[in-house]
Structure formats: C-alpha cells, structure tokens
C-alpha cells in the first residue's frame, strides 16, 4: 500500500484551549474530526516505554550494532513489516508478541491524561479497547505506507470510536506520522477501495499534518479519513502507538476485545505477568454490548 498525494497541507489545529470545556471540545471535534494536542503527555514517560520497546528490538536483531539505542537505526537489510505481513514468519510472530504482551504497553493506553480528555468527550465512562498497536514502520519501506482509510472499517460496532495516535519520540517531516483530511468525518461511511486509491476525496480536500513532537497526541473519530506519511529517513525506524476509546454503553465488535493480529492468545501474552494484576482481562468486569460483525 501507499499514501495519496496531498495537494493542500495546513498545520494542525491546536486543541489545548478547549481542553476541559465540553461544548467547545464538541465542536472542534465534530467540526475538524480530530483532536491534536501539543505535548499533552510528560516526555520522560514516552521515552521509557520507547526504550523498552527499542530493547525488544535489540534482542531480535533489528538494531545496528554499535548505534545509540534511542536513536532506533536498524540494521541494514533487516526488516520487520508488521503493517501488512500476509504470512509472518515465526520469528516475525516472537517479535510482535512481545511486544504486545509488555505490560508497561498495555498501560500506556490507560493514561489518566488521555482518559480524562476523553471523559470530556465522551460524556460517559470510558471503554478502551485491548486490541491495541504498536506502529513500527522501517525506512524506505513505502510500499508498507498506510493507505487513506477510515478506522470504522476495521474497528466496527459503535462509530462513536475514537482513536487516539501517539508518537514515540520526535516525529520530524523526514519520519512522516500520520495526516488527516480535515472535516472528513462529516462525510460518512465511504467506500474503503476508492479512499485507497484517493477517488473517495476531491483534489482540494485540506490535508492536516505537521511534524510532531514527543508528547504530542492526536485523537481522530472513526470516520476520519487519514494516512500514514512515508518514512524518508535513511535508517531510522519510526515508532507510534494507537488504540481505540469508545462509550461503554455502545456496541463494540467482539474482535476489538482480542489481541491485535491473533497471533497469540492473551494467557500467552500475560504469561509473564503477575498472576492478579488488574489490568489482566480489565474489559471483562465491564457491562458492554458485544456483538459479532
């Protein structure tokens, strides 16, 4: 897959000013389809679940010997295309598995900070869904860029889902990110074949995007149409997080409440951790209306 070209590109709107006035929140939301926060998030807590993530990295064979870890260069000629991989080999399969069974990940998407704006949003207590990503895109990879697309595709039960996408670590023009056609949202359920190719959007659809830094957060609504960026860099790996938040009170899809990918089972992801932690099957104590798609 690969991204679309933008014909018009603005910054993105700052939402900092509205944060905790709900009907100012609202309308910003409804009006743009996202929510961009400039360093929202306290660096030093990103930056040690990027270590932890880059150490996992390390262990498989993915970073250049005798590089500065946080930097993330990988080794030459030696790729992880988790985004797209039809058939992925065991090794493949060990690397993102750990990943998504490290415990520090998981939490990350419980951030008080993050639940407490979308509270706000959202009126009502909060559900986040467990199927949760992990963004690890290599240099030069662009046939791996993801396409236009709207998360209601993928995600189903309530459109009222919210995705919230997180930078791990500075995000400049050469790493790319993630853009978002502005007011988008307001079109709604599109036809995901011609938002691939770019046919779903008129040529002078205003494009949001800026490069980013550590801290930032940017939440979109599930009919947002966004992209991923091309990662330009020689040979830097780029790292970002995303899960999705929704009402409890609304449908959620019984997919959203698995592991991303289905490569393991979530005993095998919580293997190592502590027998009752709470955070284990937290969904499950939950009063939701799962339904199959």
């Known amino acids: 897959m690969t991204n679309v070209p933008m014909n018009n590109v603005e910054p993105f709107d700052d939402c900092s000013d509205v944060l905790q006035d709900r009907d100012r929140l609202l309308t910003r939301a409804t009006s743009n389809g996202y929510l961009y926060f400039p360093r929202l998030l306290p660096t030093d807590e990103i930056?040690?679940?990027?270590?932890?993530?880059?150490?996992?990295?390390?262990?498989?064979?993915?970073?250049k010997e005798g590089t500065d870890l946080n930097a993330a260069i990988h080794k030459e000629e030696v790729y992880v295309d988790v985004e797209y991989v039809k058939k992925p080999t065991p090794g493949v399969r060990t690397f993102y598995n750990e990943v998504l069974g490290l415990r520090s990940f998981n939490a990350f998407f419980h951030h008080?900070?993050?639940?407490?704006?979308?509270?706000?949003?959202?009126?009502?207590?909060?559900l986040v869904h467990p199927r949760v990503i992990c963004h690890i895109v290599f240099p030069q990879r662009f046939e791996h860029t993801v396409e236009p697309h709207q998360d209601f595709a993928p995600v189903r039960g309530t459109q009222?889902?919210?995705?919230?996408?997180?930078?791990?670590?500075?995000?400049?023009?050469?790493?790319?990110?993630?853009?978002?056609?502005?007011?988008?949202?307001?079109?709604?359920?599109?036809?995901?074949?011609?938002?691939?190719?770019?046919e779903a959007l008129d040529d002078q659809s205003v494009w949001n995007w800026n490069p980013f830094t550590c801290g930032d957060v940017l939440m979109f609504h599930s009919l947002a149409v966004h992209q991923g960026r091309d990662n330009v860099t020689a040979d830097t790996i780029r790292l970002a997080t995303s899960a999705r938040?929704?009402?409890?009170?609304?449908?959620?899809?019984?997919?959203?409440?698995?592991?991303?990918?289905?490569?393991?089972?979530?005993?095998?992801?919580y293997a190592d951790w502590e027998p009752d932690d709470p955070l284990k099957y937290y969904w499950q104590s939950l009063p939701l209306d799962v339904r199959t798609y």
Not at 54 to 63: A, P
Not at 165 to 174: E, K, Q, R, S, T
Request: charged share 20%; net charge negative.
């Open 160 to 198: 009222n889902t919210w995705t919230v996408w997180i930078p791990l670590g500075d995000c400049d023009a050469d790493l790319g990110g993630v853009a978002i056609a502005r007011s988008s949202n307001e079109l709604g359920f599109l036809d995901a074949g011609k938002l691939a190719t770019g």
């Open 245 to 269: 938040y929704q009402p409890v009170s609304e449908p959620v899809d019984e997919l959203a409440l698995g592991p991303q990918k289905s490569w393991a089972e979530w005993n095998e992801l």
């Open 112 to 126: 008080p900070t993050v639940l407490s704006v979308l509270k706000v949003l959202l009126g009502e207590e909060i």
């Open 47 to 63: 930056m040690r679940l990027r270590q932890e993530l880059l150490q996992i990295h390390e262990r498989h064979g993915l970073i």
